[in-house]
Every structure is written in C-alpha cells, then in structure tokens.
C-alpha cells in the first residue's frame, strides 16, 4: 500500500504505529485551543482530581500529591522480614553439620623440610618405648580443631545452640536495601537485588489466593507481562496478615507509567489486553470464585435510573447553583444515550456474545488506569494491580482503555479509536458481537453519571470544591458533541449501522 495514498490522520497514525520504542515517552500533540504547552504547564492547569466511572481519579490526570502508605518505615522492614522466606539452609536438618574444612595452605620449601623431619620423629618414636626425643625443628601446629557449628567452648564449657532448622528459622531473613513509598505502596530492595511492592488491602484472604493462582496460572501459559504476587514463608499463603491488617507484595516491573496521549503506547496497552484475555480464558481458579461482571445491562440499567431519581432531585430543589444548571441542561440528552446504550445491549449478537463468553469465560482487568500499566523499556506494556480482576466481557477493558485515550487526547475521534482497535484485532479478533457491546459502552454517559452521582451524594462544603465540581463537568459537557460525532462515525464504520 502506498502511504502517501493514505488521509492525512491515517498517515499520522501509521507513523506513530512504526515509531521505534526509543521515542515512545515523547508527546508530540499540540493541544486544540490556544498557544502550545509543554506537559508541565499542562499538568499544572488540570491538578484537580478528576472521577472515573469506578469511583476514583481518573489515569489521565497529572500526578497528585504523594500518598504515603499507612506505617512507617520499620514496619515496612518488620513486615518484609516477616513476609519472606528465610533462605534455605545447606545444611541437614537431622544430622550434624560436616565441619568446615581448612583453609588450604602454600607450601614453601621450609614446609616440605619440616614435614621430612616431622616423619623421622614419628618413626623414632614408634621403633622406641621411650618417648621421642624433641626436634630441634619446630612443628607446625596443627590446623584449628574444627567444632561443630552449633558448639562454641567458653570458659572450658561447651554451649550447644538449638537446632539448626530453628536457628535459620529465627535468625536468618532476607536482608532488606531500601524501602521507599511510592505511590501508598512501599517499594523494597532487598541485598540480592530483588524489588517488590508492598501494599495494604481491604481485600479478603481468598480474593488473595484467587489473584496470585491466576496469576501464576498465566505465566505458566507464556503471559509474562504482568506483575505476579509474591508468597510468603512456607510458600503457601500469597497474603501477611500482622497486627489485624492485611498485606500482599507482588513483583515490581520496570518501565514508566503509560502515556495514553500517545498512539503507540496505546496500541501497546491493547496488546498485551488481547493477549491477557487470550490467554486466560477457560481459566477455572479452585476454591473461591469471584462475582463474574457479564451482567452488563442490569449494572448499565441501575445507572441509568440513578440519573433518572437525580434529575427529579435536582429540579425539586428551590435554590439551584451552578452544577445543578450544568446538570439539567443535560440531563435530556444523557437519558438519550443511556436508552440508546441499552437497547444496543438487547441486539440478538450482544446477548448471544455474553452467553459465549459466560460459557467460556476469561478474566478482565476491570482497572486498566495509567498506573496500572507499566511500558518496559523494550516497548510492550505490562499490567499490575489486579485487586479488581474477575470474569467477564473483553470488551470492558476495551472501552475503559478507549475511553481513557480520548480523555488523555483532549478529544473524541474515531482517529485516536483506531490504534488499539487494530492492535487489539492482531491479537485476538473481536466479534460483531463484541463491536457492538463496546459501541454500547460507549455510548453510555459514564463519566457524567460519576460527577453527578459523587456531587450529589457527597455535596462540597467549601466553595473551592464547588468551583472545582462546576469545572470538570464543564469540560465534560464541552466534549459531548465530539462524543455524539464520534459515536456516530463508530456506528456507521465501526458496527455498520445506521
């Protein structure tokens, strides 16, 4: 194919596609309106925290103030002696350990002069009753007299120290480098170069286990990008639970958090997506089974009657501010797409899409926000943080990642859509089925429903955090007629319809 035949947003997208790995951070976008910015300035302008659909900031905001995990510093090391192994003793359990050997000796001309005269002693003796007369060359004393390791002499008694299971038990721990918080997590560098991320959870035991045999299910079926957890002491238990809190540490990849502004390192995200949905799917964990999420409609129906009671809330309120007008002026056009979103959802190819996939059910990220992908320096990405993992539709991560991309962009267009969905279809291809559901995702107003709901159940009492609220649904609102044109162009390209 010739690539100066190609659109001109077709050969953008193309060029970022075929761009080495080396320039992959840079960000060559120059923002819509006014002068050009660099990422700073960019970042200083939207520090505010921006809702996601699941409640928090959204992967696409610049970093917030550093969040420091709870404890200090010992407890992260208290902890870490507590959560590794102690290294494996070399020696036998029931036996007594070899005594070490003696350090070899150079020998010199003297000592091969003293060992003749040593012999000719010995044979004296021996031929003789009488004791051996003195030589007038000195013998070498011998080499120390090897004890046990577990006996030392002091003051002419011997003091048997315990066992030797017991003493590694208790004495010999993984000595521990660094610990740093990064992030409300505890980064740790251990002496043989080993790094882990240590972290608080609210999570349950078994969700635990349910994470770390998944988990370690996928690296044995070749999925090596991701971040496994780490077990504990008898290398059972993926969890610590010390003081009444519980802890889990999981490897610590290398790389950068992922630029979403960016159409290679987006394409790289639905990449190794694809290849995590690939590769776990048919999974049976044992034991515990997580709460599947195909139960799309009803989860997108409670959404929208939530809209539905809040619109009656905010037009029976007698005052009304500023987000209660930003709301109502759009409260219309958000039950359109919320009844348009569901009656795609009723399509005869989504709902015989979901019934596949129930019966042959793959795992879902659920959380595929910027921190939680890591770009390697080679160039793929690689996912950690899977504290909300389960069964369900691909399609879920697919729509979060798009969503987040148009976010990180500034804009809705069907250009910024295109790389991961190509990236995505060289990995697995998706179903008309599919094409349909994550058109139906996003079409629903996600992001609306989020800065409504978090408004109004949790009202500012600060007038900063008002203005703040009136700002980010302005930008929202400011993006919906991009949106509705993309959703458009996504329908007629995309689905085929209309």
Known sequence: MDKQSLPPWLRQVWHELTTPPAVLHQNRRSPRHGTPRNDQSRDNERAETVARDDGEESPTDPPTAAQRPPGSTKTAERLTRKYFVPRPSKLPTKTKPRPRKAA??????????????????????QSSSAPAPQSTTPVPARAHTLRSAFTEEKGGHALRAPDSAAAQATA??????????????????????????????RLAPERIRFMADALDELHRRGFAHIARIVRTRQGKDPYLIDQGRTYYASEWLPGHCVQYGST???????????????????????GYQPPHAFHVFEQLLNRKQTLDQLQKQVEEKSSKDSFDELCLSFFPRAAIHSTESLSLLKLPDVETHLKQSLNHPGLCHLDVTRRNVIMHPAGHAQLIDFDLM???????????????????????????????????????PLTQGEYLLLEALLTFP????RLAQNHYTNPPSKPDDLHQHVTQMEDTLTLEQERATFLQTFSRQVTRRG
Not at 106 to 124: H, N
Not at 182 to 190: A, E, L, M, P
Not at 273 to 280: G, N, P, V
Not at 398 to 421: D, F, V, Y
Request: hydrophobic share 35%.
């Open 446 to 449: 996600h992001r609306f429903w």
């Open 264 to 286: 290679k390192q987006l394409g790289a995200a639905a990449r190794t997506l694809a290849r995590f949905h690939e590769k776990s799917c048919d999974y049976e964990p044992s």
């Open 390 to 428: 389960t069964f369900a539709p691909r399609a879920l991560d697919l729509s979060h990642l798009i969503r987040r991309g148009m976010q990180a962009h500034g804009t809705w267009t069907s250009e910024i859509a295109i790389a991961p969905l190509i990236s995505y279809n060289r990995v697995r």
């Open 104 to 125: 070899k000796r150079t020998f010199r001309s003297t000592d091969s002069a003293r060992m003749r005269t040593d012999r000719s002693v010995i044979q004296t003796a």
């Open 172 to 201: 010999y721990y993984e000595r521990i480098r660094s610990v740093e918080s990064v992030h409300g997590i505890w980064r740790i560098v251990t002496n043989d170069g080993r790094v882990i991320a240590l972290k608080e959870t």
